[in-house]
């Protein structure tokens, strides 16, 4: 490499290529793109990050039954463990964006999935649902952070032709969760009690973070992001549009969701065993809808979004006369529908603000996984609310009602300038 020399006229000694000077000497240009750096590994370590962390978050789903039971306390209490990270993560993914300044993000995340470890060991042994809380609400600080950096991090991993497919596989995490994470805790929880699911995850989140240290390239910010930057990019009338459909669908899907085994119990007849099947399904076509929609939104962000909109409304309204005709078969069917089109929702809207804010894509990050935490608290307690006001059917009429909100806010509002979606 060339010397260069400053403004001043003094020789800038080279910086040796691959090394965390050459990334900050690029940032400092204003190139975020690691030319050497990371590449499909380290996108595979990303992609891990979000499976460990979304894991994380849900894990005491499997677990509210022994969990209450061990340490004295309702279903209603230990389902807290869950509520409490989801609200913490949607404060801390733009608090902690702002507070980590210039620091290079590779370090971060490491940090970062050590304090998912302490979090998760701290619940293992916690004595009383206390230390438990407070155990989750490090999961929140820790999810919260990981998933505002690692989300927009694709465009400077790979070339800019695959972007689209990085992105995908980043959020594959989340729906692999789901499918494989949380059955998985549930598991271990049978054999080995629920202490033990936390050792586990534990581990995997130190392993991960080892992964993110190691696969990751140096990953130094441009500059910092500034509390004015954030609420500035809410000025654009694209990134509102983005919110406010990631409001609407994220909860619209969490209020229909979280009671969709009462649904299918009466509308269907379905029995326990089949229920646990039918979510499967579901989880399985989620994980295939998130590579649909990342290929289909690296297009058209807008017309992606409209197909899941849609079809995410219909499948969700469907799911009784179609019980109560076909049984838990034709319920089956539209839960998978179900599945595929919201398995696109992370990736598709996220696909969305990294388009309509090409130049602030962190603290867009950051709003978006505040906007999605924030709308699974409270859509969950909405579909409670539906739920005892008016039974299931309420519970599907909101699901569903949302679901239209945000095709029409899609279809209504300002989107991204064309072709901004693949730019990197």
């Avoid at 608090?95 to 619940?123: E, H």
């Avoid at 130094?220 to 992001?225: I, S, W």
């Avoid at 039918?278 to 807008?302: K, Y």
Wanted: glycine residues 16%; aromatic residues 4%.
């Amino acid at each position: 490499m060339a010397k260069s020399e400053s403004a001043v006229g003094a020789p800038v000694p080279p910086v040796a290529p691959g090394t965390a000077g050459e990334a900050q000497q690029r940032a400092a240009n204003g190139d975020l793109r690691c030319p050497r750096g990371g590449g499909w590994p380290a996108v595979g370590a990303l992609a891990a990050g979000t499976f460990t962390v979304v894991t994380s978050e849900m894990l005491p789903v499997g677990l509210l039954t022994p969990i209450g039971r061990d340490l004295g306390v309702s279903d209603g209490t230990a389902g807290l463990t869950v509520t409490v990270t989801g609200l913490v993560a949607a404060v801390a993914a733009p608090v902690l964006t702002l507070l980590i300044g210039r620091r290079d993000r590779r370090a971060v995340l490491a940090v970062l999935m050590g304090t998912l470890t302490v979090a998760n060991l701290l619940a293992a042994y916690a004595p009383n649902v206390l230390v438990l809380l407070v155990a989750r609400v490090l999961v929140g600080l820790g999810m919260g952070g990981v998933w505002a950096i690692a989300s927009g991090l694709a465009v400077r991993l790979v070339p800019e032709r695959r972007v689209a497919a990085a992105t995908s596989l980043i959020f594959s995490g989340v729906a692999a969760a789901s499918v494989l994470g949380v059955p998985a805790g549930a598991l271990v929880g049978e054999l080995a009690g629920w202490r033990a699911s936390f050792v586990v995850m534990a581990g995997v989140c130190a392993a991960v973070g080892v992964a993110l240290r190691v696969l990751l390239p140096p990953l130094p910010a441009a500059g910092a992001v500034r509390l004015g930057g954030v609420l500035g990019l809410l000025r654009r009338p694209a990134v509102r549009t983005g919110l406010l459909v990631v409001a609407l669908l994220v909860a619209g899907h969490f209020a229909a969701y979280t009671y969709v085994r009462p649904v299918l119990e009466e509308v269907a007849g379905a029995r326990p065993g089949q229920i646990g099947t039918v979510l499967l399904v579901f989880g399985v076509a989620g994980l295939a809808g998130n590579f649909v929609s990342g290929a289909g939104a690296a297009r058209s962000p807008r017309a992606t979004l409209l197909g899941i909109c849609a079809v995410l409304a219909a499948a969700v309204l469907l799911v009784p006369p179609m019980g109560r005709a076909a049984g838990v078969l034709g319920a089956a069917a539209l839960v998978a529908v179900w599945g595929l089109a919201y398995g696109g929702v992370s990736v598709g809207t996220q696909t969305w603000l990294m388009a309509a804010a090409p130049d602030a894509r962190e603290a867009a990050s950051a709003l978006f996984v505040a906007v999605f935490n924030g709308a699974i608290a409270t859509g969950a307690l909405a579909g409670g609310q539906a739920a005892d006001g008016w039974g299931t059917g309420g519970v599907i009429a909101l699901g569903g009602a949302l679901a239209v909100g945000a095709l029409l806010a899609v279809a209504l509002g300002r989107g991204p300038a064309r072709g901004a979606a693949s730019a990197g």
